[in-house]
């Protein structure tokens, strides 16, 4: 009975992860790194290269940065099946999404936990409005976690005594430099967490430890040159506390007052910047961030549902309390209270990392963990026998929450987001495609977002053709600045509004209504003389945003 039990629980648990992640995936818009993302997985499956020309490269240049390869090479069969879509681009994500979480079960198997915080961490993981918000757009996240929780179990089964798994370990440590920047950090963070624990047990082979780690590094050594002093640098350095401007200014400013001896040693680089990371680390823990609105970027949570649910971080003190409170403490609650405590540390580095949910994701992991052992200790202390009214409450406040998440998520979140998703351009540039036909010229607006990524995405557009574009507006037609995709299309900024003595007869316009159009005044109500409106492009409050126009002759 008991085990059909836990395959009933499983199935149950694995089917709700399951429909959380793929369920009307292209309920929201792809936002712009998902579609640069996307076009330059279409670029690498059709030319091997991405859309700026470099063949099979090891970090990959967009218009407006250099990105980490791994997510574009791993989005590539799923363009190929799926096509140029939000299927395409987001099943990536909801497929690693799916194996982070059952990489986390193996390791609570590995771990020997008991079948409470199983299923208990499982079911957290599995409904968890952090992780499912990851799985459901085209982000770096749940690719990285998989690979780096592949890494720590097959590291830790090595020094266990599995040499295949410390080489596939080693293997996936490496390879997740190629996910994201992070990547750099974790690792250390990682590997050095997992053979501390074995090294305090006197149970690591030093010998097969080196040439692992010589591996992982063989594994990175192409990566490495663009994380030290490339590309890779190059971000970090633009995100790091360490070389702000702003926290550079501070000093300045402070030591423009008080340039003392005793100034210099309260008030310098250091204790700034120190300050800083201090606070980004205790941020990571707060009621804002984990149960109030999350990261202040409306894409990456919900603000109006916490990124974790009020009855997990219960659980989450209380399997703390009881940790903390036993004699004996096994190699797997070790592993999982260092996962906790290093979790935030990348984010704490970078300057927004106050609440940053991408760069704070692992923590997802760790807080699913100890929300389980909480269930194991209210077990362990039969409160749930003796005061089982308590424990029903529990139950139905968790299902409560999980049921206002998902009202929100559905009938609310798309309506209060739609500007963070960049609502309307895949109707814009369908119908761009459609009308165009019939036009000589194509102005599309190009200043309230960079249009062309979206044109590109969406029309499928032939990547040779970009490789050495200039995506700058430094040509000059009249009073608009512009430059061009083809003979045909125009990227524009028409200025604050649309000067009708610029337009030309037999030339389709893209216009916004917040960049060009005087006021709340509605142009696919009444539009101005001289103007013909084609189509208007709503927001989900029924507000225009787009318009496409041509001169009316």
């Known amino acids: 009975m008991k085990k059909w039990l836990l395959y009933g629980a499983l199935i149950v648990i694995v089917l709700t992860a399951l429909f959380l992640r793929v369920y009307r995936l292209n309920y929201l818009e792809l936002f712009g790194d998902e579609l640069d993302a996307g076009y330059q997985a279409y670029s690498l499956l059709t030319t091997g290269r991405d859309y700026k020309g470099h063949y099979l490269p090891l970090y990959i240049e967009s218009f407006s940065e250099w990105r980490a390869p791994l997510l574009m090479y791993v989005m590539v069969p799923f363009i190929k099946i799926f096509g140029l879509n939000e299927w395409g681009v987001r099943l990536t994500s909801a497929f690693f999404g799916l194996v982070s979480i059952f990489v986390f079960w193996r390791l609570l198997r590995f771990g020997k936990e008991s079948l409470v915080v199983l299923l208990g961490g499982f079911l957290f993981l599995a409904i968890s409005p952090w992780h499912v918000q990851y799985s459901r757009a085209g982000f770096e996240l749940t690719l990285l976690s998989s690979l780096l929780l592949l890494g720590v179990l097959w590291f830790w089964q090595g020094l266990e005594g599995s040499k295949i798994k410390m080489i596939g370990g080693a293997f996936s440590f490496g390879l997740s430099l190629y996910a994201y920047s992070t990547a750099n950090v974790y690792i250390i963070l990682l590997v050095a967490l997992v053979v501390g624990i074995e090294f305090a047990r006197l149970r690591v082979n030093f010998k097969f ?19 030290l002093s490339g590309h890779g640098a190059d971000r970090f350095r633009l995100f790091s506390v360490f070389q702000n401007d702003v926290l550079i200014g501070q000093v300045n400013d402070y030591r423009k007052i008080d340039s003392s001896f005793l100034g210099k040693i309260f008030i310098n680089h250091i204790t700034i910047v120190g300050k800083k990371i201090m606070g980004n680390y205790a941020n990571a823990f707060g009621y804002s961030f984990l149960l109030g609105e999350g990261d202040v970027t409306f894409r990456h949570s919900l603000h109006f549902v916490g990124m974790i649910y009020w009855v997990q971080a219960f659980l989450v003190l209380i399997g703390l309390i009881y940790f903390f409170g036993k004699r004996n403490k096994s190699k797997s609650e070790i592993l999982w209270l260092g996962f906790l405590l290093l979790s935030p540390i990348p984010s704490s580095l970078t300057i927004d990392g106050a609440n940053h949910a991408s760069r704070l994701f692992l923590m997802v992991f760790p807080l699913a963990y100890w929300a389980g052992v909480g269930i194991k200790a209210v077990w362990l202390s039969k409160l749930w026998y003796k005061t089982w009214l308590l424990t029903i409450l529990g139950l139905l406040l968790l299902l409560f929450e999980f049921g206002f998440y998902q009202n929100y998520y559905w009938k609310h979140y798309q309506r209060e987001s739609w500007r963070w998703w960049q609502y309307g351009y895949k109707e814009v540039m369908s119908d761009v495609d459609a009308l165009g036909s019939s036009f000589t010229k194509i102005y599309i607006e190009n200043t309230y977002e960079p249009a062309l990524i979206r044109y590109l995405f969406w029309n499928a557009y032939d990547s040779h053709l970009v490789y050495h574009l200039d995506d700058e507006m430094k040509l000059l037609e009249g009073n608009w600045h512009y430059f061009s995709l083809n003979k045909k299309i125009r990227f524009v900024d028409y200025g604050p509004n649309l000067d009708q003595k ?37 927001n989900p409050w029924n507000q225009p945003i787009f318009y496409l126009v041509t001169k009316n002759s």
Not at 516 to 535: A, E, T
């Open 209 to 227: 430890l080196t040439v692992s780690l010589v591996l992982l590094i063989v594994v990175a050594l192409p990566i490495i040159s663009q994380v």
């Open 502 to 538: 610029e337009m030309q007869s037999n030339s389709l316009y893209i216009v916004s209504q917040s960049r060009n159009v005087p006021g709340d005044w509605n142009w696919g109500i009444n539009p101005p003389s001289g103007i013909k409106v084609l189509k208007t492009i709503y």
